[in-house]
C-alpha cells in the first residue's frame, strides 16, 4: 500500500508560479516511479510529468515542456511539480500517481495509488 498526499495548489495569476508537492508514505518511496496528472472541469485526466525512482530519468506531456519541472527528494519521501509560466488551460485538480513498485519503464503508466488532489487556479 502505498499513501499519497497532495499540497500547494492554490489560485495564482497567469504568468505566475507554484509548486505542487505530493508526500508518499507506506512502501520504500526510492523504489519506485512517480507521475502527476491533471484533470480540468469537463474534461478527462491527463498525463502531466513523471520521474523514475532515483529522479534521473523524467518525461513531460508536450503541453507543459519547458514550463513545468518534475523532481523529488527520496529522504524527505516527496515528489514535487514546478510550475511555471501559468496559463489559464493549467486550471486543474493535480493528482500524483505511483503503482508502488515500476523503477522506470520510459513511458509512464498510472498505476492503482492516487493522492486526493490539489486544485490549481490560473486567473487571466
Known amino acids: 500500500q502505498v499513501q499519497l498526499v497532495e499540497s500547494g495548489g492554490r489560485s495564482v495569476q497567469a504568468g505566475g508560479s507554484l509548486r505542487l508537492s505530493c508526500a508518499a508514505s507506506?512502501?520504500?518511496?526510492?523504489?519506485?516511479?512517480m507521475g502527476w496528472f491533471r484533470q480540468a472541469p469537463g474534461k478527462e485526466r491527463e498525463f502531466v510529468a513523471a520521474?523514475?525512482?532515483?529522479?534521473?530519468?523524467?518525461n513531460y506531456a508536450g503541453s507543459v515542456k519547458g514550463r513545468f519541472a518534475i523532481s523529488r527528494d527520496n529522504a524527505k519521501n516527496t515528489v514535487y511539480l514546478q510550475m511555471n509560466s501559468l496559463k489559464p488551460e493549467d486550471t486543474a485538480v493535480y493528482y500524483c500517481?505511483?503503482?508502488?513498485?515500476?523503477?522506470?519503464?520510459?513511458?509512464?503508466?498510472?498505476?492503482?495509488?492516487w493522492g486526493q488532489g490539489t486544485q490549481v487556479t490560473v486567473s487571466s
Open positions: 520521474i523514475s525512482w532515483t529522479g534521473g530519468s523524467t
Open positions: 507506506g512502501r520504500t518511496f526510492s523504489s519506485y516511479a
Open positions: 500517481n505511483t503503482d508502488g513498485r515500476t523503477r522506470w519503464s520510459g513511458s509512464y503508466r498510472p498505476g492503482d495509488y
